[in-house]
């Protein structure tokens, strides 16, 4: 196999810097794996290791500080055949501390070489997540008020199954880099190297102690999981994980096709003839946002244009919600509520929410309410639905509403409310919803309900 | 043909499957979160993919890369969410990688209200990069526009290889309304795109596919996507980027006007604004004035050729936004002589037609 360097493009790193010794690991551990430039897409983060994508002949992504592990993943998720390395240092891996953990938990099939040298080299020295705290670093005495992070073990832990130390210097490094590629899922190699340029000087060190130092660190060579050991069973559970984008893609084979549109047909003979605004006021669990779409739903059927706006608090389950519907012959301009024609109570707290809005309604507004309900002062006309006779459950108000809005002939007739039912809802709810309107609008059946 | 009754983030969503959005990653925040849902309903089914990222940064990095890969691209958000891109929103723009980026816009600042409409981020958008090179954005008025603005950044993210901003605001996004069927039965001319003109020829094939390598930088480059430190290079890419959209201000422009010969007053304002300001049209005409409605739905990059002959002869120009005054700056430098008059509102509320009424009365 050939080399994937770039001859036009030659190394550029201080003298002695380790980076140079994994550009060569990367090389020789493409070619041993019988991959061409094409294959491989470098994804490189920033500061000195940032210069990598450059060196190769691969496909090159070079964007911002501690985030190569995001364009990696959205890379891989639409090219599983290409095979992705992401090189940044342990600057990034602070930065994007977050995606490193994400990537650990997510398993998409990405190889991530930190080029950990204890320091920000390219900025001057400062020190790091890595750091030691006995080390002299451009940050003064900050390195000492912090540990440093073992990136082995926390991936670990985060779910990565293959985690392994090895020194840049390591005879064996573009075998492991190569292992590292051939993992079907995230692997992290935290290399660990020498920058004369920034840290050397202040932090005196051989390679051959930096690798005892590994060693001792409880790193060293071989932490992968999945491959040897005997591990409990849910820990073995873990390291058979499917691969991220294989398992997304068999999840996604089986997902359902979406509902399409439901299209309304204009069939029956409107009751509005100009702008009509209705708000219904209830409370969290009584359906108001299915009940304005009911509403609108009936207006449409008889040719009319339509805008519903909800209004409830984040806690979905508590409180008030409202719905504002507005009808009109024409496309709906304005969205809000100038002057209501129906105001619909179902709700003690959306009544409350709303009390400026009866003071200010008169004659020409319709009230629809329940007489348990406590009723800011107006001068509006007030009906009072009794739920003609039926013990109805407070999710069954809005559609009784709904029937006594009927009765006014202001917006839906019979037909297009039980037509609006129909569409919005199927089986027992239509059942159950139906019939409370054919009691309300038929007083003289029965009272009975399922 | 019949109606239907749908929302601004579903109508966003439907558009980018129709456009032929390949990927689409999100981070739930209100009031954009339902684009993530209706993108989860629809995209795995047809074999594409719909992700969660860990946060903001994430979701918009997971595209950029997607997008590095060729995949037609979209993420959503609001105003908290924006600002965490703003840094991927700097790298799309230098490296030249196509994506939609929807804004359904809320209460600022800050976390502001979740649940509260405004258009307090249009400037934002516009110069929330690094660098300050145009971008494209893109203001839906209704449901209707959500669908069409879409359909059409997604054409103008791949013929211009930049951000495309659709400024949403919760007041669309989360309302429901009837639009005919038919609007969302077909594709316009907004259908496929293509990138024939020489100057705004990028070297990224955007595909992996091929034996080519493609090469992309957030660090200053020449054509050959390397980084340079060459200020002649670099001169001439940045003044590509800027140009190739200023100069197609032009076919980047889209507005409604409601103009009579001799009015003597301009209304200007957009987005869910232009439909309170539709009906305070009706009825100051009723009284009798003279009053002409310009909505923009292409803020930026500001068409200024169009928008300056929509003002001649105005003796008054009325800017209405919901914030405290933001797409006004790019009025009053267009207006010249004549008086420009703003009213800006920043309480989550609708800025009603009758507070626009007395407004241009005043
Ligand atoms: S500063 Fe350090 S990391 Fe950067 S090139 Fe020099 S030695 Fe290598």
């Not at chain 1, 559970?237 to 996604?252: C, N, P, Q």
């Not at chain 2, 596919?209 to 200053?220: D, I, P, Y």
């Amino acid at each position: 196999m050939n080399t994937v360097l770039n001859s036009n493009r030659p190394l550029f790193f201080c003298p002695g810097c380790s980076h140079e010794r994994v550009v060569h690991g990367v090389d020789r551990a493409i070619q041993s794996l019988g991959l061409q430039g094409h294959q491989v897409a470098i994804v490189s983060d920033i500061g000195c290791s940032g210069l990598f994508d450059t060196f190769f002949n691969t496909h090159a992504l070079h964007g911002l500080h501690g985030r190569a592990l995001t364009y990696a993943t959205g890379l891989k998720m639409v090219h599983p055949e290409i095979t992705v390395l992401v090189i940044m240092g342990d600057g990034g891996l602070g930065i994007g501390g977050a995606h490193v953990l994400a990537s650990c938990r997510r398993n998409l099939d990405i190889t991530l070489l930190v080029l950990n040298n204890f320091n920000y080299g390219m900025t001057g020295g400062q020190c790091s997540t890595t750091t030691p705290a006995s080390d002299q670093t451009a940050s003064n005495f900050l390195n000492k008020l912090e540990v440093p992070i073992d990136i082995c073990r926390v991936a670990a832990a985060a779910g990565a199954l293959f985690t392994e130390k090895v020194m840049a210097t390591d005879g064996a490094l573009a075998e492991t880099i190569s292992r590292s590629i051939e993992f079907p899922g995230f692997a992290l190699l935290d290399i660990w190297g020498i920058c004369p340029g920034r840290h050397l000087k202040k932090n005196p060190i051989t390679a051959g102690q930096l690798e005892k130092k590994m060693r001792t660190s409880g790193g060293g060579h071989s932490v992968s999981i999945g491959q040897d050991r005997d591990l409990p069973a849910e820990e073995m559970e873990v390291s058979v994980r499917e691969e991220y984008g294989e398992h997304y893609r068999r999840l996604a084979a089986v997902t359902k096709e979406p509902q399409p549109l439901i299209e309304i047909e204009s069939k029956f003979s409107p009751l509005t003839h100009e702008r009509t605004e209705v708000v219904i006021l209830g409370s969290a669990g009584q359906f108001i946002n299915t009940i304005g779409e009911i509403l609108s739903i009936g207006a449409m059927s008889s040719g009319r244009w339509v805008s519903q706006k909800n209004d409830y608090p984040i806690t979905v389950l508590r409180g008030h919600s409202i719905s504002e519907v507005v009808v009109d012959i024409k496309p709906i301009t304005y969205t809000g509520i100038n002057k209501p024609a129906v105001i619909i109570c179902v709700g003690q707290e959306g009544v409350d929410r709303r009390r400026k809005m009866f003071a200010e309604a008169d004659a020409d507004t319709v009230i629809i309410a329940f007489p348990d309900l406590t009723l800011p002062v107006t001068g509006a006309r007030v009906i009072m639905c009794d739920g003609g006779n039926l013990k109805l459950k407070k999710g069954q108000r809005g559609i009784a509403a709904l029937a006594v809005l009927v009765q006014t002939g202001l917006i839906l007739d019979c037909d297009m409310l039980n037509n609006a039912i129909k569409t919005r809802y199927s089986g027992m709810m239509a059942d159950v919803s139906l019939e409370v309107v054919a009691t309300i609008l038929t007083p003289s059946l029965p009272p009975e309900i399922s | 043909m019949g109606s239907v009754f749908l929302d601004g983030n579903e109508a966003v969503a439907r558009a980018a499957i129709l456009a032929g959005c390949d990927f689409f990653a999100g981070y739930p925040i209100t009031p954009a979160t339902s684009i993530f849902h209706h993108m989860l309903d629809f995209l795995p089914p047809l074999g594409r993919v719909c992700m969660q990222g860990e946060d903001e940064i994430a979701s918009i990095g997971f595209c950029l890369g997607a997008a590095a890969g060729g995949a037609k691209v979209m993420t959503a958000t609001s105003g908290p969410g924006i600002s965490l891109f703003s840094e991927q929103i700097s790298f799309a723009i230098g490296a030249e990688i196509p994506i939609v980026i929807v804004d359904v816009q809320r209460l600022g600042p800050s976390t502001g209200s979740a649940t509260k409409g405004a258009d307090g981020d249009i400037q934002f958008l516009r110069w929330g990069n690094s660098g300050g090179l145009p971008v494209i954005v893109l203001v839906p008025v209704d449901v209707k526009d959500a669908f069409v603005l879409t359909l059409r950044a997604f054409h103008f993210a791949q013929k211009y290889r930049c951000p495309v901003f659709i400024a949403s605001n919760k007041e669309v996004g989360m309302v429901r309304e009837s639009v005919d069927l038919e609007v969302f039965s077909g594709l316009d001319e907004d259908k496929g795109c293509s990138c024939e003109s020489e100057s705004l020829k990028v070297v990224n094939p955007a595909s992996l596919r091929t034996k080519e390598l493609v090469r992309l930088t957030s660090s200053t480059h020449g054509v050959d996507n390397y980084i340079t430190t060459d200020p002649q290079v670099i001169g001439d890419a940045i003044l590509r980027m800027e140009q190739k959209l200023l100069s197609a201000s032009g076919e980047l422009c889209c507005m409604e006007v409601d103009a009579n010969p001799g009015d003597s007053t301009l209304l200007v304002t957009y987005g869910v604004t232009a439909r309170a300001a539709a009906e305070a049209l009706i009825s100051l005409r009723k009284q009798g004035y003279g009053v002409s409605l310009l909505v923009i739905k292409t803020l930026f990059p500001v068409a200024e050729g169009e928008l300056k002959s929509e003002m001649k002869g105005k003796e008054k120009i009325v800017v209405v936004e919901m914030n405290r005054g933001q797409y006004v700056r790019e009025i009053e430098r267009l207006a010249g002589d004549i008086p420009v008059h703003f009213y800006g509102q920043m309480n989550g509320e609708l800025i009603t037609p009758a507070s626009i009424v007395r407004e241009v009365l005043q």
